[in-house]
Nanobody, 115 residues
Framework: QVQLVESGGGLVQAGESLRLSCVAS????????MAWYRQAPGKQRELVAE???????NYADSVKGRFTISRENAKATVYLQMNSLKPEDTAVYYC?????????WGKGTLVTVSS
């Protein structure tokens, strides 16, 4: 059974940092493409960052230069380091992967950035 469990969200002020973690189980983590998405109130879910099995990252334009995605295969964990947070980064952040052609999502972790 595939499980993705996010943690690390919280309430911060603009300009501060947070690091999100997502622990995966039930997959061969080292060969999986992993991603972080977010969904703000009243908006569609959007891709924030993704990382290939080989460690190649890709970012949404809105977070380039501020967010860093990384992975630690030995711990089956993907991270999202978020710096210089802005109020518009407020959202529920979800971990995502595809396993055997099926999409899997975590339950999400809430990030709230106050101005």
């Amino acid at each position: 059974q595939v499980q993705l469990v996010e943690s690390g969200g919280g309430l911060v002020q603009a300009g501060e940092s947070l690091r999100l973690s997502c622990v995966a189980s039930g997959i061969f983590f080292s060969i999986n493409h992993m991603a972080w998405y977010r969904q703000a109130p009243g908006k569609q879910r959007e891709l924030v960052a993704e990382i290939s099995s080989g460690g190649m990252p890709n970012y949404a334009d809105s977070v380039k230069g501020r967010f860093t995605i990384s992975r630690e295969n030995a711990k089956a964990t993907v991270y999202l380091q978020m710096n210089s947070l802005k109020p518009e980064d407020t959202a529920v952040y979800y971990c995502h992967t595809i396993h055997r052609a099926m999409n899997y999502w975590g339950k999400g972790t809430l990030v709230t950035v106050s101005s």
